[in-house]
């Protein structure tokens, strides 16, 4: 088992900024992908963006390119969100995600979730 925990949602104006963390336990970190999600209100659950085992590769979303950014410590069983230049349709609840195979981009994919942070982007 996997236990993931989110924290560093808030709100924010638009243009500003968010780091989001997944603090990971239970499980040896650095052998899982991990992935960032995200579900706005009366919508699907959206990826978001992933990072390789070893951090080595991270892979994003069209609507996040260049302005978020995946980051890891696996010394301390973290995952980063850096989130710039934010814009009010980021506005969601944002959940980490681990799987022990490789990234996928699809939530199917990630076998252990945490219980997500709220993330508000006003305009």
């Known amino acids: 088992q996997v236990q993931l925990v989110e924290s560093g949602g808030g709100l924010v104006q638009a243009g500003g900024s968010l780091r989001l963390s997944c603090a990971a336990s239970g499980h040896t970190f650095s052998r899982l992908a991990m992935a960032w999600f995200r579900q706005a209100p009366g919508q699907a659950r959206e990826f978001v963006g992933a990072i390789t085992w070893n951090g080595g590769s991270t892979f994003y979303a069209d609507s996040v390119k260049g302005r978020f950014a995946i980051s890891r410590d696996n010394a301390k069983n973290t995952m980063y969100l850096q989130m710039n230049g934010l814009k009010p349709e980021d506005t969601a609840v944002y959940y980490c995600?681990?799987?022990?195979?490789?990234?996928?981009?699809?939530?199917?994919?990630?076998?252990?979730w945490g219980q997500g942070t709220q993330v508000t982007v006003s305009s």
């Open positions: 995600a681990a799987a022990p195979g490789g990234v996928v981009d699809t939530a199917r994919g990630y076998d252990y």
